[in-house]
């Protein structure tokens, strides 16, 4: 697993090359947004439960099938899986906020979440909405602890999103 940082120096490290002014640059940003993404880590974490129900129950009020009977959280246990599940997106999207890269999404949650999902049969479209869901809380939330540009916040969520929504075409 890999951060912003150790990506970069990884890249040129390959090439034989310095630090050139876009890498430079690059670190620069890192380290400037860092305050935010740290701020936006805790706000995840002091509220990882009610974001998770927040965006179950969202996300079911949207797609009522998925809690009738054969829907695919239907049943207490299908249900507390599905939750489960946001909650871990949730938990990694906030690795990948303060890494400031998406190394560890590839690597934790996305590598075999398809296959894995497909075999079980659970659908990719309701799992891509509630990541969706749950990237506008966080934003709200983020925006409401002082931080002014929350675009940052989409980034770990929106690669989710189009890896999984990519895979499933």
Same mark, same amino acid.
């Given at each position: 697993m890999r951060d912003a940082i150790t990506s970069l120096i990884r890249n040129y490290d390959i090439?034989?090359?310095?630090?050139?002014?876009?890498?430079?640059?690059?670190?620069?940003?890192?380290?400037?947004s860092g305050t935010a993404r740290i701020t936006a880590a805790a706000v995840v974490n002091a509220n990882a439960a009610s974001i998770v129900k927040q965006a179950g129950s969202q996300l079911?009020?949207?797609?009522?099938?998925?809690?009738?009977?054969?829907g695919n959280a239907y049943t207490t246990r299908r249900y507390a899986a599905c939750l489960r599940d946001m909650d871990y997106y949730?938990?990694?999207a906030s690795y990948a906020l303060v890494a400031g890269s998406m190394d560890v999404l590839d690597e934790r949650v996305l590598q075999g979440l398809r296959e894995t999902y497909n075999s079980? !049969? &659970?659908?990719?479209?309701?799992? /891509?909405?509630?990541?969706?869901?749950?990237?506008?809380?966080?934003?709200?939330?983020?925006?409401?602890? !002082? &931080?002014?540009?929350?675009?940052? /916040?989409?980034?770990?969520?929106?690669?989710?999103?189009?890896?999984?929504?990519?895979s499933d075409i």
């Open positions: 090439t034989g090359r310095y630090l050139d002014r876009d890498a430079i640059d690059s670190l620069k940003s890192y380290f400037d079911f009020e949207e797609v009522p099938e998925l809690i009738r009977p054969g949730l938990r990694y079980l !049969g &659970v659908p990719i479209g309701p799992t /891509v909405r509630g990541i969706q869901i749950m990237k506008d809380i966080v934003k709200d939330q983020v925006a409401a602890a !002082g &931080v002014t540009n929350t675009a940052f /916040v989409d980034q770990p969520f929106d690669y989710m999103t189009r890896e999984l929504s990519e």
